[in-house]
């Protein structure tokens, strides 16, 4: 499985990004759910947000209410809707995808909120 993410960029507090991840390869019908990582200098990677594929999401409670994800399963392609940015939010965001035997991980696309 192959990722490829896109959509970070600089944005004022408040403003809004959509981040898309597109899984490709030959097992991609074995993933089990989609979803957004991120990292900042200094702290671990963590959850930013998960869809898996009957639709039950999660999200890290920084972010309950401001950011949304979806997935259009006839492109293999999981969005990330984030809306009234915080300079907390900024840090490199990872899309990952989980089967029943591995995670695999798409490059980071930067996001970073600052005025």
């Known amino acids: 499985v192959q990722l490829q993410a896109s959509g970070g960029g600089l944005v004022q507090p408040g403003g809004s990004l959509r981040l898309s991840c597109k899984a490709s390869?030959?097992?991609?019908?074995?993933?089990?759910?989609m979803g957004w990582y991120r990292q900042t200098p200094g702290k671990q990677r963590e959850l930013v947000a998960i869809?898996?594929?009957?639709?039950?999401?999660e999200f890290v409670e920084s972010v309950k209410g401001r950011f949304s994800i979806s997935r259009d399963t006839a492109k293999d392609t999981v969005f990330l809707q984030m809306n009234s940015l915080k300079s907390e939010d900024t840090g490199v965001y990872y899309c990952?995808?989980?089967?029943?035997?591995?995670?695999?991980w798409g490059q980071g696309t930067q996001v970073t909120v600052s005025s």
């Open positions: 990952n995808a989980n089967t029943s035997s591995s995670d695999y």
């Open positions: 390869g030959a097992g991609i019908f074995r993933i089990n759910r």
């Open positions: 869809r898996t594929n009957s639709g039950y999401t």
